[in-house]
């Protein structure tokens, strides 16, 4: 069992992270923010140590980790991935300053590993799959303080021991998503025999399912192989529209009703090329994404019918009236 440290535990991914760690026998310890949201652990909170933290806050950040020593450090806190999230300054807050005070202070713990949560925001708007090597464009506030951590993660890595090694994700999603997203409100919505309110039915992702994502993480943490810093694209190599989801959706769900196209407004990282290019991630850490959007669908379908508190949370994320029923 190592010691391991999780932020953005009590999040999406972080919760299916803090899961597969439990699993696998270790007891990870949690930096969560002061009031922070808890539903998504509730039920392992027995097999977790919380520790209510503010990672701008670097001196008591400092003696957390000292008390803790762990092995593994995976940072997963951040801010502006949803489009409600629109503060700059908590973005810098939160994915620049904390970045910087958590490296800091697990250095001085002496961890051994450190992963870092980046984007696919990092690139900005591309017109192919762009490769870790690419030099970025970011043109969104979230991505510019992404670039910005994982720039300091680099950095870190030339002159410090530790294993230092940053995931860009691409559109992670499966059990425990923000209820208001893309792929819990088809599954609403489609339950209801309707659709949500859709964008451009041409938009693009490269959607790839938690547990991929978390299989990632893991195998970031034991590479022993790659240069110092290194980074590595985690998506599927498989772009969706938005329109292609729509009719798997339909598919899976039985949905006989037709969807409304452009009834939710563009968001600031819309666009209609969005594809990872993952041949690192196979080459050095032996990780390929190992669902498709329509399985990995249909088992987040399975996941949220067969709870019935989380089936209700989700249910009023998207009130009836809404939809007009």
Not at 293 to 298: A, L, P, R, V, Y
Request: aromatic share 8%; with cysteine; proline share 6%.
């Amino acid at each position: 069992m190592k010691r391991v440290v999780v932020t953005g535990g009590t999040g999406f991914v972080g919760a299916n992270l803090v899961r597969r760690l439990i699993g696998a026998g270790h007891r990870p310890d949690l930096l969560v923010r002061p009031g922070f949201t808890s539903w998504r652990i509730d039920a392992i909170r027995d097999d977790v140590t919380i520790h209510e933290v503010n990672l701008g806050d670097r001196t008591s950040l400092t003696a957390t980790l000292d008390q803790v020593r762990p092995t593994w450090i995976f940072h997963l806190a951040t801010h502006g991935a949803y489009s409600w999230e629109t503060d700059p300054a908590e973005m810098i807050r939160t994915n620049v300053v904390g970045t910087a005070n958590l490296l800091a202070a697990g250095l001085t713990a002496g961890v051994e590993v450190f992963v870092n949560s980046g984007s696919s925001l990092e690139y900005g708007r591309q017109d192919h799959a762009p490769a870790e090597t690419e030099p970025g464009c970011p043109d969104t506030p979230y991505g510019i303080t992404k670039a910005a951590a994982t720039a300091l993660c680099v950095n870190a890595s030339r002159s410090c021991p530790a294993r230092i090694r940053t995931l860009r994700l691409y559109s992670a999603y499966g059990p425990f998503e923000d209820p208001r997203r893309f792929v819990p409100s088809l599954i609403v919505h489609g339950g209801r025999g309707v659709f949500p309110p859709l964008v451009d039915h041409r938009i693009a992702r490269d959607y790839v399912f938690v547990e991929d994502v978390v299989d990632a993480y893991l195998r970031a943490a034991e590479d022993t192989s790659a240069e110092a810093g290194a980074i590595y694209n985690v998506g599927t190599g498989v772009q969706t529209t938005v329109g292609e989801a729509v009719e798997i959706a339909r598919r899976v769900l039985g949905i006989a009703g037709r969807p409304t196209w452009g009834t939710m407004p563009p968001r600031a990282w819309d666009t209609h090329s969005w594809i990872a290019d993952v041949r690192k991630a196979r080459v050095v850490l032996g990780w390929t994404a190992n669902r498709s959007f329509e399985d990995g669908f249909t088992r987040t379908v399975a996941w949220l019918t067969g709870d019935r508190a989380l089936r209700e949370r989700y249910e009023a994320a998207w009130p009836r009236a809404a939809d007009g029923q």
